[in-house]
Each structure stands twice: as structure tokens, then as C-alpha cells.
């Protein structure tokens, strides 16, 4: 048997916690992992080749503006010059889909910037996107390979 349409997953059946706490207004979020290359020429050959020498982990989250936790994290930051990090964990589980679930915890998770103030008068609700790093990842449950 191969693949379903119906094996296609919702973006909708999942949700997200910081340090374990469920953070119900997320709307999106996006963790990217990019390998860091070194350009490499080799004597003889007209095409440069490339050497991964590291990896860096970056993303952004996408919420409706319905608390004060960023901006009190980086007000933190700035009065104390603690700099927060913090876990990400995420899920996705969509049993209509037969796939299973995927859990991914993104580790060491600092944010990049605050939108400390966003009025909006033609806004139906407000959002705030929030862009982070990341140093260090696990996926302690994931998605079926294979098509039953």
C-alpha cells in the first residue's frame, strides 16, 4: 500500500510548551537547523566543493498577543542582564492522519528580539512573532517511515 492523501498531516493537530508549560495561543512555529559550509577548491576540479563545519539552529514563534511573557523576558534581560533560555517542546498528532506523533524539543532556545508595542487599529487580533535560536535539539518521538 503507498501513500494517502489522508496520511497528509494538519497543521492544527499539535501544540507547543515552554518549559512545560502550554502555551495555548501559539498560532505558528518554525525551528530551521542550517549547516554552516566551508567553500573548498580542489586542484583539478572547475566545481568548488563544500565541507560542513558546524550547524546553527534558528526560528521563529508566532503568537496572538494574549499575555505579557515575552516582553517581561526581555525587560529582565535588560534591568538584570539575565538572559533567559528556555526549552521549546513540540507535537504533532494528527490521528486521522495513521502517521503518529512527532515530538521535538528544541534545547537552549534564546529569543533574538521583542515587540515591546504593537497597536494596530485595522487588526482583528493582535500577533507577536518572536524570533529565536536554538543550540541543541532532540526527537524523542517521531513519525512513521513506512505505509501500511
Known sequence: M???AQNTISG???GLFID???VAEVKTCEAIV???KSEVNVMGRRMTGSKTTGAKGTGTLTLYKVTSRFVKMIQDYVKTG???YFSVQTYI???ASGRGTERITL???NIDSVKIVGLDVDSEALEEEIPFTFED???PESLKSTFD
Do not use: T
Open 82 to 84: 539575565k538572559d533567559p
Open 107 to 109: 534545547k537552549d532556545v
Open 137 to 139: 535539539f532532540d526527537v
Open 20 to 22: 512545560g508549560i502550554e
Open 93 to 95: 498528532d494528527d490521528k
Open 12 to 14: 492544527k493537530e499539535g
Open 2 to 4: 503507498g501513500f494517502k
Open 34 to 36: 542550517e549547516k554552516n
